[in-house]
Structures are given as C-alpha cells and as structure tokens.
C-alpha cells in the first residue's frame, strides 16, 4: 500500500503542472482579450482568396504610404 | 437609392460608380481602391459594407514629425524596430479586425498588427528604417481608422493591467479542487484500516494546499476587514475574514494534535466562491472610459505659429504652451487653450462643453475659451493662459474630482452585516457558555462551530450575482455602468437633476421654423441660390431646410464676415444674416423677440424685411411622457446653462412640480447639486456635456447621455445611449427590482445559516456537513439571483 505514496506524488505534480501552465497562460495575457481570438480563428486563409478577381485589375497600382507627406 | 459597397449608407450626395460597385463619395472609393488593388478583397467578404468613410486628414498628424511627441506615445522602442498602440473607436466588425492585422498586406515595414476588439485598441509593431509613426497613423487613417490620440495616451505606461484577482481566484480554484481530492476518503469511511494509516498524510497534504488559500487568495478580505475595524463599522468582510481565521485555527489545530481532519475543503471552498462572486461582480465595459476628464479631449499637440512673422510653423505639445504664444487651428480641431482670436473668423462649437451642438461666430479680437471645435478656414490665436488655468479646466481643480473626498456608500450588505455580525458573536458565546455547563471539553468546539458554519458566504454572494447579472443586463439595453453598486445606489435615489441642452434637448436635429412675411415661390428659389454661394454652417443648414429648385445666377455676391451674405438675383437684392446687417428701419419688437431665441437668420429682400428663421434643439421624443412618469415618484429639476428663453415651452409641457433653474455655470450646477445632498436628498444627475462633469461627480449617480458611446463622455457613473433616454423610468424599476431580489436571498440566506446553527450549536458540526451545506447555500443563492435577474431583464426587453 506504500503505492499511495508514489500515487499521491503523480498527482500532486500534475495538478502543479496545469497550475503552473494557468499561471503562464494569464501572465502572458491570454485571459485579457477573450473576445478577438475568437473571431481571429474563422478567418479564411485570405491568401488564396484573391488570386481569380486578380486578372481584371492592373497589377501595377501599389498603395504608397511614403510620399504623401 | 443605392447604399455604398464600402460603408453602407444612402449615397444621398450622388453616387461614384466605380468597378460596377457604387460609392457615397470618393473617400470611400479610394479605400476599396487600395485594398482591392492589395488582394484584400476578404474584406467586403467577411461583412456587408464593413467600412468607415475617412475623414480629410490634410496636417492634422504633423505633430508626429516630432521626436519628443513620438517617445511618448510609443510603448516600445528599440533598435529598428517600434511599438504602438492605438484607440480606434470605428472598430466593430470582423472585417475591422481582419484589415488591420493584415496591414503588413499593404506596407511590408509593418510587421505584426494585433486588434483588441473589446478594448477596440491595435497594437502596431514597425520597422523605423522605412516608415515613420506618422506614415502608420496616415495609413490607418486612410483606410477611416483614424486613431483617436489625446492628451491622455501620454501617461501610457503607469497603466498595467491588474490581473491580481484572476490569480487569486485560479489559485483558490486549484486548492479547493485538490483538497477536495484528498479529503474525499475520510467523508464515509473513518474507521477502515488502511484508510487509519495513511489519513496523516492526506490529512497534512490538505493543510499545505490550504496556505496558499489563507495567506494569498484571502488577504483582501483581511485587508478589508482590518480597515473596516478601523473605521469602527463591520462590513461584510468582518464576519467572512473571522471565519476564514477560525475555519484555519481549527483545521490546523485538529490535524497538529491529531484530534479530527479539519475544515479545510469548506475553507478553500468559501474562498473560491467568495472570489468567484467578485469576479463576476467585475464586468467592464474596456473600451468605455469613466474616468475621462478634459485630457480625453485635447489634442496632444498643437501647430505653434513663430510669434513675429506668424508663418513659420512648428508642434508643441499642449503643455508646453505658455501666454502670449500664437497657435494656428485648422479645420475641425480642438482648441486647447483660452485665447484671444488674432486672424481670421472662427465658428465654435462648443458641444464638448456645453452638450449643445451650435455653432458660435467668432470675430477677430473676440476670447476664445478652450474646449470648442474649430471648424471652417485655419484661425490663429493668441494664447492667454496655459492649459491647466483655462477656464474649462479649471473645474477639475475643484476638490470633489479628488478620489479621496468621494464619500462612501454603505450598501445593503454591509448593512445587514451590522446586526449580523454582532448577533454571530452573540450566539457564538451564549452557546460556548452554555456547553461549558454541560461538557466543558466540547466548550470551545461549539464556540468555533457557530463562527465556522455561520460565516455569511451565501449572504456575500447574494448581492455581487444580482447585480453582476443586472449590469449585463442593463448592459444589453444599452445602459453601460461603472461598477455593478451603482445599481444599488441608483435604486436609493429620491431626486433627479437633469441637465438641459443635449441631455432633454438632441444634439443631432434642429428645427428651423419661420416667422414673418411668407416667400411666393419664386422668393423661396432666390433664396435658396443666394444660401448656395455660402458656406457659412447656417447657411448649408438653411439651404437642406429650404426646398425649392437650384437654377438662378446670381451676382454681387458679398459675404460680411460676422455680419451676413448678400447677393443680386433677377435685380433684386438679397440679404441674409443678423438682424441689424439686414433691417434697414427699426423694428425693434422684432430685434427683442429673436434675441430670446437661440439661433436667428433674418432675411430681407430689397431693403424690405420679410422675417427670420429660428434655429431650435430639438427636445427628444417623448421626453414629457417621460419625465411626468418620473415625477410620480421622484422629485425632478432641469438645470440648464441657457437663459430663462423657453420657460413658457416647459412649463407648458412639463408636470407642476418640476423646478427650473436656469443661467447656471458649470460650478453653480456642482454647488447647486450639493446644496441638494446637504438637504439629505439622493440625488440622480443626467447630463452630458463637459459642463456638467463637475455635477455628475457631486450627484450620488451620475449618468452621462451620448449620441455615440465611443464618442466620449464626462466621467460618471454609468454612460447612456441617448436612443434608450426614453427607458430611464423602466431603468430606474429595475435597480429597485435588483436590490428585492437581494433583501430574498438574504432571507434565504440566513435560512441555511439557522440550519447549520442547529448542528452547530447541538455540537454536531461535522467536517462533511459543513463541506455539503456551504457549497449548497452559495450555489441555491447563485441559483435562485440568476434566474430571478434573468426575469426581470426579459421585462425591459419586451418593453422597450
């Protein structure tokens, strides 16, 4: 019955393993925005998308951001 | 009428066809020019007309050109690479999110974009070797999301998050539920052998898990209590910080002397539902602010004109500005300053001030107090005090916006924790004494017994779970509050104090109505083409009002800066403007009687006068309903900055008893609100503007309207959107509803409390009964407060 002893140590170092993963989780700010990552996620990955409307527009036109000012 | 592919309203203005799509105008066919030549098409994909229309942004960034400006406002600077964070209040949809952490689709130097949506902030990391803080501002504001940069984004850096409970909270969560683990063994069976040799160890593990709990998850309520005893009043926190302290002692004691297990699964479990309660309680509205002054306002920097020549430019901050600087003010900016105006002619709105959107002319020579919004060609000025002595300013100097002279609230709990408190110890001694008589050993055991089951954990949580729910849901309907004891305060109020402009009245629409000698048709088209020629704002609103056809050309135009316009068309002379600019003979009844009214434009043709139009606010829809359902049971009074002009209208339309006190200053509204709180009354303020800020602060609540709830807001208590103005009565219910329901559950409450008194004082306190009954009180409570709030919310729904 010593087992009990081995036992109890498994699980007290995996309940301290997910603790200690809480503890990381929240200080590196995971629970501050809950909202956003939500909608993040069903994003489609944007970069197939545009390649068939691109054939109507002329490629040369680039947004400049520098020259304005 | 078609609606725009880009931001979805009417193009009431003409439509720009463009790629088959229509546009209201070309801002917003630009912004779908770029994106859609960058491949980011996506974005008309994840939402129907997601975008936001950009505003000129001509010089409006220049100050970012300035080295000592941009340290400020960067989180993040090293190296070649820089961090920023922006509030963008447009930000609503999923394309919003989507566009801005693509940036680096559009300008390769941007590296990462994250979007908080809640907090409706970007974090913006870039590489400064090819692109500049302002290129990245000008960027946003291309696409119409336009960063909103204050006065107060500079003290950034003292703000960071206080993540303090949720620790708190995870680390009582992970004791209770291990302890719960190990002390699960000795609920049944005590006796059995094996269960004999090795309860020691369960039994100390238990303890080590239960330090943690006592010593970090608790210490608030420590805190709280000590203070409170120092105060000498016993709010809740005393009875809960005494049980804890007793429910420790005694496990402790037990397992030190091997006498019992202890109470240890009860003590992290009241912890865990007592910090569960508080978080709960905690619902923030992140991206609306309560705490704005004046700072929220002002620009950070301002154009600084070289003093000699007035033509050398350069950015200052806003603090910096000392008297006799001159400043240059383009096109919708903020005046930060009192000043004098030096050249050219000013239109002021002051709606950040007064609540009142109206514009005011300003004249060369004319004061200029700092809060108004320029609008029309740039004005220079000169300044004559600094920021901080302004006159706006110089409300916040009053001492009620200190923290610390904000009185106290003594809520319902801590009221009823008083008597509670003081009749625990009562029974807790009575019966120690008692039991000292019949079996001195079992003396101190009941003694701690009644301390430990009667610790008030359900009667703690009654209030944090009904008003917690009641925030969401006046949340919901669009009623936002600072703190879920407002709700508390709100149901003790007995006097309400509204403001009147912008808060009555509606910021958005005018009626223009006329007075005089009718137009034939052919007066009315003159008109109307005469107005066209101006771009004074009384003029476009004149010309929306007037409905008649544009064709004629007129001639002579003139335009009297401070005076009026006037013009020839068809050989007849038309003038618009002042009175005196267009009556040539006197008549002075006239002169008098539009003097009392806001807003007039007189109008004469041929030297001939014919009548004026007024410009009135007008009052929100249903707002005597309103106020006469409020008067049953609540004493009201409009307070308002304007002259005594419609006494007649209100008394008219408003109930008998409501008082009306007009010509009030921002600081005679704080004055005039405290007079009321020394006469005893509770006193609810409803305003709006920045010069009611000092009487929101005073009131016991202070609820601020807004047209816009990004748009922001004096600080206050709760911030409501002006479409729910109508529901204030119904809101008013509710907070008296929520605070019945917590005088139930009280009951309740100490109904369990009586039942473990019972096997308290009997001497029969068993570690499992008080591991079943505390659980199962705070959870019937946490029950019985949801679904009750639940009800009464689905009633303001149906209702509204």
């Not at chain 2, 009192?338 to 950040?352: N, Q, V």
Request: glycine share 6%.
């Amino acid at each position: 019955m010593t087992i009990i002893y081995l036992l109890l140590t498994i699980s007290v170092l995996v309940a301290l393993a997910f603790f200690a993963a809480f503890i990381l989780s929240v200080k590196n700010g995971q629970y501050d925005d809950v909202y956003t990552p939500s909608v993040r996620m069903l994003f489609e990955d944007e970069l197939v998308k545009p390649k068939a409307p691109k054939t109507k527009t002329e490629p040369t036109n680039k947004i400049k951001t520098n020259n304005h000012n | 009428m078609e609606d725009c592919f880009h931001c979805g309203d009417a193009c009431n203005n003409g439509v720009v066809i463009h790629n088959e799509k229509a546009f209201c105008c070309n801002g917003c066919k630009t912004v779908y020019d770029i994106l859609h030549d960058n491949n980011l098409d996506y974005y008309y994909e994840l939402e129907q007309s997601p975008g936001i229309t950009p505003n000129a942004i001509n010089g409006k960034f220049d100050y970012l050109n300035n080295d000592i400006i941009i340290k400020e406002l960067l989180n993040f600077n090293e190296g070649d690479t820089q961090i920023v964070s922006f509030l963008i209040p447009v930000i609503h949809c999923s394309s919003c999110i989507w566009i801005l952490e693509n940036l680096n689709k559009l300008n390769p130097n941007i590296l990462t974009s994250q979007v908080d949506f809640p907090k409706k902030t970007v974090r913006i990391s870039y590489s400064i070797t090819e692109i500049s803080l302002k290129d990245v501002v000008v960027l946003l504001s291309k696409l119409g999301y336009e960063p909103y940069i204050s006065l107060n984004d500079i003290k950034k850096d003292a703000k960071t998050k206080d993540r303090s409970l949720t620790y708190k909270l995870g680390v009582a969560g992970f004791a209770f539920g291990n302890i719960m683990f190990l002390s699960f063994p000795e609920y049944f069976e005590v006796n059995e052998f094996w269960l004999n040799q090795f309860k020691h160890i369960f039994r100390w593990l238990m303890l080590v898990f239960s330090l943690p709990v006592v010593f970090y998850s608790a210490q608030d309520y420590f805190i709280s209590a000590y203070k409170s005893l120092q105060s000498k009043f016993l709010n809740i926190d005393v009875p809960i910080a005494l049980g804890v302290s007793v429910l420790f002692i005694r496990s402790v004691m037990e397992v030190v002397l091997n006498l019992g297990t202890g109470f240890f699964d009860s003590l992290s479990g009241l912890v865990f539902f007592l910090l569960l309660g508080k978080f709960f309680q905690q619902k923030t509205y992140n991206y609306l602010s309560f705490e704005r002054d004046y700072k929220s306002y002002f620009p950070i920097a301002v154009t600084k004109l070289d003093s000699k020549n007035l033509i050398d430019e350069f950015q200052t901050k806003v603090y910096d500005l000392v008297p006799d600087d001159c400043i240059l003010i383009r096109n919708e900016e903020l005046i930060p300053v009192d000043g004098i105006l030096k050249k050219g002619s000013a239109f002021i709105d002051y709606s950040f001030v007064t609540g009142e959107a109206k514009l005011v002319e300003k004249i060369i020579g004319d004061e200029i107090f700092a809060g108004g919004k320029h609008s029309g060609t740039p004005i220079v000025i000169l300044v004559t005090k600094s920021v901080k002595q302004s006159y706006l300013t110089q409300l916040w100097n009053n001492e009620i916006f200190n923290a610390s002279t904000q009185n106290i609230f003594q809520s319902l709990t801590d009221k009823i924790s008083q008597r509670f408190t003081k009749s625990l110890l009562v029974i807790a001694f009575v019966s120690g004494l008692i039991w000292l008589f019949i079996d001195m050993s079992k003396s101190l055991n009941v003694f701690t017994a009644v301390l430990i089951v009667a610790c008030p954990c359900a009667l703690a949580l009654a209030a944090p779970f009904t008003l917690g729910n009641l925030l969401r849901i006046l949340g919901m309907n669009k009623l936002y509050l600072k703190k879920a004891e407002v709700i508390e305060q709100l149901a003790g109020v007995d006097t309400i104090v509204f403001d009147k402009t912008g808060t009555l009245t509606t910021n958005a629409l005018h009626t223009i109505s006329y007075k005089g000698e009718l137009f034939s048709e052919e007066e009315n088209n003159q008109l109307k083409n005469v107005l066209r020629a101006s771009s004074h704002p009384l003029s476009r609103a004149l010309f929306h009002h007037i409905k008649s056809e544009v064709s004629f050309d007129i001639t002579n135009y003139s335009e009297d800066i401070g005076k009026g316009i006037s013009a020839n068309v068809n050989n007849e002379t038309i003038k618009i403007g002042r009175f005196d600019f267009v009556a040539s003979e006197s008549k002075s009844n006239i002169k008098s009687e539009s003097s009392l009214l806001q807003t007039t434009v007189h109008i004469s043709i041929n030297e001939k006068y014919k009548g004026y139009y007024a410009f009135k606010n007008e009052y929100r829809k249903g707002f005597d309903r309103l106020l006469n359902e409020l008067s049953k049971d609540y004493k009201l009074i409009v307070l308002s900055g304007d002259n005594s002009g419609e006494t007649t209208y209100l008394t008219k339309t408003l109930p008998a008893d409501v008082e009306l006190v007009f010509n009030q200053n921002p600081n005679d509204k704080l004055e005039f609100v405290k007079a009321l709180q020394n006469k005893n009354k509770k006193v609810l303020m409803i305003g709006d503007g920045l010069n009611d800020a000092g009487a929101l602060a005073q009131s016991n609540v202070g609820l601020s309207i807004s047209e816009n709830i990004n748009v922001f807001s004096p600080a206050c208590d709760g911030i409501l959107d002006a479409s729910m103005f109508i529901n204030i009565y119904e809101f008013l219910q509710v907070s008296k509803k929520g605070v019945k329901i917590i005088k139930y559950a009280f009951f309740f409450s100490l109904f369990y409390n009586l039942i473990g008194l019972c096997f308290a004082i009997t001497g029969h306190l068993e570690p499992v009964v008080a591991a079943i009954l505390m659980p199962l009180s705070s959870i019937s409570i946490v029950f019985f407060t949801t679904i009750s709030t639940y009800l009464i919310g689905r009633k303001i729904t149906q209702n509204s």
